[in-house]
Nanobody, 116 residues
Framework: QVQLVESGGGLVQPGGSLRLSCAAS????????MGWYRQVPGKQRELVAT???????NYADSVKGRFTISRDNAKNTVYLQMNSLEPEDTAVYCC??????????WGQGTQVTVSS
């Protein structure tokens, strides 16, 4: 029904940058909220950032000023620009899209590793 394709993860040194992308395809033409969560083994999944269809954004305190979320509604794609990366940002980053009738779809996740 909805397929999410994430890309952009990888290994980066502290202080470096990465840009994640998540493209949604399928039978749904638009989404109310799109966003990114992250998870470290042994810990709960946590919010990183979300953006609504009106482009209202919400960020975790730990990433404010370093990460920027954006979306391209024509492409049903959400982006996460991550700058000044820290080892604590190492996690699997998962994309979320929410339909206008509040159904959530999750991506498979992309690994981000920040290490020297």
């Amino acid at each position: 029904q909805v397929q999410l394709v994430e890309s952009g993860g990888g290994l980066v040194q502290p202080g470096g940058s990465l840009r994640l992308s998540c493209a949604a395809s399928g039978s749904i033409s638009g989404y109310s909220t799109m966003g990114w969560y992250r998870q470290v083994p042994g810990k709960q999944r946590e919010l990183v950032a979300t953006i609504t269809s009106a482009r209202i954004t919400n960020y975790a305190d730990s990433v404010k000023g370093r990460f920027t979320i954006s979306r391209d509604n024509a492409k049903n794609t959400v982006y996460l620009q991550m700058n000044s990366l820290e080892p604590e940002d190492t996690a699997v980053y998962c994309c979320l899209v929410r339909t206008y009738w509040n159904v959530n779809y999750w991506g498979q996740g992309t690994q981000v590793t920040v290490s020297s």
